[in-house]
């Protein structure tokens, strides 16, 4: 069977066999683990295939997976394997507290599949109107996730998501329609692939592509969360539950961005680096010094690691803004460790939250002594998220910087080094507040966690510092090619 159809139907069977699932959690929990196994073994063996230079196409290139869609496709595969399976003891520990019944752990198990489904298919996309309709869906599948508890505080964050989410997919919808109107008869074959958009972009009208890629910016820029339409983020990370913010960061903002990476891909081609470069360079300097400026204020730590989003899309969008395919390079592999990073930061807040019964670290304090592995993990996903070298995220914000040296850019280092400087140092001090300073509230757990409910977070440390310290050629093959196809040499 075509791999490209499996992806296309195993995820969403399996939400829909959850939702058939018996009320017991240790069948519900089972089962979760084990059929996201098999989705996740099913989207790795795609991009395995892509790598091995195989190209994955269905219904004459309707559906395609080629490399830059591929290392989309295998955080999708990894990171959400994990977050799920931490989320089976997250909701486990919600349903001892009451927050929540047995039928919502069922819908939530459920809807995270038909979730991963809608991002799957986000990706696989070639038709970039069904790509956005795609990730409209996700916005769809991912708000009942939001609001899973619905009291008052999750349901408005829900609300404001979805609201938000839509207002500004709109514009990315007239963004594809825009495309569609000028690419139409000017490109061989159909005018709404991306393959054929891709391919023909100097055929295009210049003034209507730079129309097109203002509107897809605001777009899919509101989903990824880049300022000044990133207002939704916060308020649904500290509301939703901890694995549901671990999906939308880790995994769902990078689903926008690629989105918005297919747009500068075509527009790129057809009018010019400089073009897309000016208008990623102000939109990422923009929303990395408004997360900055938040960061200082923050005490919740869901609200936190909610700005630390916020501004590591600006630096994807400042590596996507710096000359050469250096910065190209950097800004897809910080996606990866953003990734693995947020996924890690968000789960932590879950072990820290029934730890001392609240998100504001403030309250906190001796988490090094009373929980010293959750304690271990909270500083790994910090020290990746302020580019401590030996971590992740240090690499792609170093090839940020050598790429703006090279081209001489150095107004720009500065620029990015201040904004980092900001981060570096608000972090730290809320990081030694909660870690090492002394109990102000009270403590609800009063021991570590069990390794069998650590382990996918160990998971997640283990991947951020191997790709802190170890280039993986597959991984690498899938960089440079998409480096290639969307900076042409």
Request: hydrophobic share 55%; charged share 10%.
């Amino acid at each position: 069977m075509n791999t490209l159809l499996l992806i296309l139907t195993i995820p969403f069977i399996f939400g829909v066999i959850m939702f058939l699932m018996p009320l017991q959690y240790n069948v519900l929990k089972k089962s979760h683990i084990f059929l996201n196994l098999i989705v996740s073994g099913v989207l790795l063996n795609a991009v395995g295939k892509v790598v091995h230079e195989e190209e994955l196409s269905l219904f004459n290139h309707f559906f395609f997976l080629d490399s830059l869609g591929a290392i989309f496709l295998s955080l999708i595969a990894i990171t959400g394997l994990l977050v799920n399976i931490y989320a089976t003891t997250y909701m486990k520990w919600e349903l001892e507290d009451g927050h929540i019944d047995l039928r919502g752990v069922k819908n939530y198990f459920a809807l995270s599949f038909i979730f991963t489904w809608t991002m799957s298919l986000s990706v696989i996309c070639n038709n970039m109107a069904f790509m956005w309709a795609a990730i409209e869906a996700t916005t769809l599948a991912s708000v009942f996730l939001v609001a899973v508890k619905k009291d008052k505080k999750s349901t408005e964050s829900g609300y404001k998501y979805i609201v938000l989410c839509s207002i500004g997919l709109a514009f990315a919808l007239y963004a594809t329609i825009l495309l569609y109107a000028a690419a139409n008869g000017k490109v061989d074959g159909e005018a709404m692939l991306y393959t054929n958009l891709l391919a023909n972009a100097e055929n295009i009208d210049t003034m209507a592509l730079k129309l097109v890629f203002i509107f897809a910016l605001i777009g899919f820029g509101t989903k990824a969360g880049l300022a000044p339409t990133h207002t939704w983020l916060p308020d649904v990370h500290a509301e939703g539950p901890a694995p549901t913010s671990a999906l939308l960061s880790g995994v769902l903002l990078k689903c926008a961005m690629l989105g918005l990476i297919r747009y500068y891909a075509i527009v790129a081609n057809g009018v010019g680096l400089e073009f897309v470069q000016m208008i990623m360079l102000v939109s990422g300097t923009l929303t990395l010094f408004i997360a900055a400026f938040f960061l200082i204020r923050q005490h919740n730590v869901k609200r936190m690691f909610a700005y630390h989003s916020i501004a590591h899309m600006g630096v994807i969008a400042f590596g996507l803004g710096v000359s050469g395919t250096i910065g190209f390079f950097a800004a897809l592999f910080h996606c990866a460790a953003h990734s693995f990073t947020k996924a890690l930061a968000f789960c932590s807040t879950g072990n820290i939250a029934k730890i001392y019964g609240t998100k504001d670290m403030t309250k906190m304090g001796s988490m090094i002594r009373i929980a010293p592995v959750t304690a271990v993990l909270f500083g790994i996903a910090i020290c990746s998220l302020v580019g401590v070298p030996g971590f992740a995220i240090f690499v792609s914000e170093f090839l940020i910087f050598k790429a703006a040296a090279l081209d001489g850019q150095y107004l720009l280092m500065a620029i990015f080094a201040i904004a980092l400087a900001i981060i570096f140092i608000a972090d730290f001090s809320h990081f030694f507040l909660a870690t090492f300073g002394k109990v102000e509230g009270k403590v609800v757990h009063n021991s570590e966690m069990k390794l069998s409910e650590n382990l996918p977070l160990l998971a997640l440390a283990f991947l951020i510092i191997a790709f802190g310290v170890w280039q993986f050629e597959s991984f690498t093959f899938l960089l440079d090619e998409s480096v290639k196809t969307i900076i042409k040499q």
